[in-house]
Nanobody
């Protein structure tokens, strides 16, 4: 119904930057919010950032001032610009989308995940 494909993960040194992309396809008209979760081995999944179709955003406290979520509506794509990366940012990052207008909990659709590794 909706497919999400992430790209942009990789290995970076502490203090560096990465830009993640998530492209949605299929029944994209059903999506009202998109965002990024992350999960490290043995840790709970955490909502990192989210944005509604109207432009309302939300970030977990640990990334405020360092990460920015944005959209390119013409291509049904959401981005996560990650600056000043820290080793504790290391995780698999998952793109998520939801039919609801929300920035606090998304889960209708999921991407496959992309690995982000930050070395110290």
């Amino acid at each position: 119904q909706v497919q999400l494909v992430e790209s942009g993960g990789g290995l970076v040194q502490a203090g560096g930057s990465l830009r993640l992309s998530c492209a949605a396809s299929g029944r994209v008209f059903s999506i009202n919010a998109m965002g990024w979760y992350r999960q490290a081995p043995g840790k709970q999944r955490e909502l990192v950032a989210a944005i509604t179709n109207g432009g309302r955003t939300n970030y977990v406290d640990s990334v405020k001032g360092r990460f920015t979520i944005s959209r390119y509506d013409a291509k049904n794509t959401v981005y996560l610009q990650m600056n000043s990366l820290k080793p504790e940012d290391t995780a698999v990052y998952y793109c998520a989308a939801d039919r609801r207008v929300t920035t606090t909990s998304l889960g209708d659709y999921w991407g496959q995940g992309t690995q982000v590794t930050v070395s110290s």
